[in-house]
């Protein structure tokens, strides 16, 4: 039976006899999709993670050795300098983060709907290049004479690769091969929840006299917040997972220019692969999962990520 333009609750359409799902059936019908899910982390998160932990916290032939795993690894003359290297990137890139992809997306914002597509579809091409051939791709733009950007590599007087691949270029060169691959999906998520705004608020900041500046900073950005929040949480975790950067970068180098462990990941791969020690890389994946886990808790809580507006 139709009602007012509606289809009853109990029939539809000319039979009326079919009856639409019922509460139990949607909840067995959302636990089959979360299912898949669920199996999937158990799987290839979870129970790995079990496993780093117990490595982390026995020796080679088993025995439980409490936190000597991560004292030793802790005293490596390469342990430090790694962390160290993963912060300065980290500072760098999450930086551009913040600043860049929040300004771009905020400013697509305003443009019609066309040229804004257009340009949140060239900014996302790069992730087409991530992984190794991304990584390749900037070994070529940063060799002078070959580099499309060799005018800018000359004026910064950089004459070979050696010359542009310093240790102290190293986190800025990563951070711009993390954010030239990356930050084009995070324009586009940080654009989706700026269209998700209601216009009334926007024509209401309108006209109080607020101008673009001022309903950036003082509506749309606050609205934002916890899109924000979760690219930084995302990110954070990436980031502190570099590896293909660093890796390939060493191999092309045959480990001259960067090294075999500048990042906490390649040195707990030599760790494990090279010396055997896979107790000791355990202890490093688990340094990584803690620093991850307590700086994502801060951000949540600090923010309230999950209070409910």
Not at 18 to 29: I, V, W
Not at 230 to 239: K, W
């Amino acid at each position: 039976m139709i009602r007012s333009g509606h289809v009853s609750s109990g029939q539809t359409g000319r039979t009326g006899r079919t009856r639409l799902a019922g509460p139990r059936q949607r909840s067995r019908a959302g636990y089959l999709f979360v299912g898949g899910y669920a199996a999937l982390l158990v799987l290839v998160g979870i129970a790995p993670a079990g496993y780093a932990l117990k490595l982390a916290f026995t020796s080679i032939d088993g025995r439980f050795t409490g936190f000597t795993n991560f004292i030793n690894t802790y005293h490596d003359f390469r342990f430090l300098p790694a962390f160290e290297h993963i912060a300065e990137f980290m500072a760098i890139w999450l930086t551009a983060l913040i600043v860049i992809v929040i300004g771009v997306s905020l400013v697509l914002h305003t443009l019609s709907p066309r040229v804004s597509s257009t340009f949140r579809f060239l900014f996302y091409l790069p992730a087409a290049f991530a992984g190794s051939a991304g990584v390749l791709l900037w070994l070529f733009m940063l060799q002078p004479g070959l580099s499309p950007w060799d005018v800018v590599l000359n004026a910064l007087g950089y004459r070979t690769l050696g010359a542009s691949l310093i240790p102290n270029n190293l986190p800025i060169v990563f951070a711009l091969i993390a954010f030239w691959t990356g930050a084009g999906a995070w324009i586009l998520v940080i654009h989706g929840a700026l269209t998700n705004i209601s216009d009334e608020v926007l024509e209401a900041a309108a006209l109080d006299g607020a101008g673009p500046v001022q309903t950036a900073l003082r509506i749309k950005l606050p609205l934002i917040k916890k899109w924000v929040v979760y690219m930084l949480i995302v990110s954070f975790a990436g980031g502190t997972q570099l590896f293909a950067e660093p890796e390939l970068f060493s191999q092309a180098t045959h480990g001259i220019l960067v090294g075999d462990a500048w990042s906490p990941n390649q040195l707990a791969t030599s760790l494990a692969f090279l010396t055997d020690n896979f107790n000791y890389a355990a202890a490093i994946s688990v340094d990584l999962l803690v620093i991850a886990l307590v700086c994502a808790g801060l951000l949540v809580f600090r923010t309230h990520f999950f209070r409910e507006d």
